[in-house]
């Protein structure tokens, strides 16, 4: 039975995995291609205008941003990576409870000789392992522009490493927040406007921490604070505290939200689908 329900969450997403892996590795070569066609001499003009602004923006100084590493950092914040990303983590954290309940499956999973966790732990598993391997593709395809492209300053792939690792943790945080929604709501489509909400507020409380000079204690009001990939791309070691730090945030919220979800999910009636 296990197996069937093993089967069943892979082929729920492989789909979309494969398509977001695509866009991941594509998008962060031609970006890789369209920097390298940019000098970043051309851009210190531009900087001198909006470095101040900028700085405040990305929480890094103007000279570092530029840098190669730097510009290719941007990878990890850009806001094609953050909607395939943000789109898997909704996608794969509604679809084990609410999703199932609003295609009017639910009732005949629940009926399976398993328990319920485990109707849960299996998608998890699968979402995380998806996660992961999204994170590897990012980095692939900055590896993969690194190798073929030629680049003002050479750069390693392994200095970008510490960024997938901290992009693995943000999704592996919004797939377990958006599967704790979900187990207690019974519309799909309402848990994942819900936590897109969430991550938007949260994305705006953080940057209103850094721009606003008296807004510090604004940090701890978002755990997108947690999420660093610039900063610990440019000055952290891999195994770094702070580089733990950041990690352990994230993960420990994805796991204590995967938790309540499934005390929520074990407790709650089976609604009929609408």
């Given amino acids: 039975m296990n197996r069937a329900l093993w089967h069943k969450a892979v082929a729920d997403c492989w789909l979309q995995w494969a398509i977001s892996a695509a866009i991941l590795v594509g998008f962060s070569w031609i970006f890789i291609w369209l920097m390298s ?7 210190s003009p531009l900087m001198q205008v909006v470095g101040k602004v900028v700085e405040k923006v990305a929480g890094l100084p103007v000279d570092d941003l530029i840098s190669t590493p730097g510009r290719v950092s941007v990878l990890f914040v ?3 990576t953050m909607l395939v990303c943000v789109g898997w ?3 794969r ?3 084990p409870i609410s999703g199932e309940i609003g295609r009017g499956r639910m009732d005949i999973l629940a009926t399976l000789p398993v328990r319920r966790p485990t109707l849960l732990f299996i998608p998890a598993v699968v979402s995380t392992a998806g996660a992961l391997l999204l994170a590897l593709a990012l980095w692939a395809g900055i590896a993969l522009g690194i ?3 030629a680049l003002e300053e050479p750069v390693s792939p392994g200095r970008f490493a510490p960024g997938a690792v901290n992009l693995f943790s943000l999704i592996f945080c919004l797939t377990g927040m958006t599967c704790l929604v979900s187990a207690w709501i019974v519309d799909r489509w309402r848990a994942i406007f819900i936590t897109v909400g969430f991550f ?3 994305m705006i409380i953080e940057m209103v921490s850094r ?3 008296g807004g510090s204690w604004l940090r701890y009001a978002s755990f997108l604070t947690a999420f660093r990939p610039q900063q610990l791309i440019l000055y952290a070691d891999p195994g770094s505290e702070v580089a733990f730090r950041c990690n352990a945030v994230l993960i420990g919220l994805g796991l204590l939200c995967y938790f309540a979800a499934a005390v929520v999910f074990w407790r709650r009636d089976i609604p009929a689908a609408r």
């Fill in 147 to 149: 190798r073929t492209i």
């Fill in 89 to 91: 983590a909704v996608g």
């Fill in 37 to 43: 066609q940019v000098p970043a001499a051309a851009l």
């Fill in 93 to 95: 954290g509604s679809a």
């Fill in 78 to 80: 850009h806001v094609v």
């Fill in 200 to 202: 938007l507020v949260s």
């Fill in 211 to 213: 721009m606003w000079p």
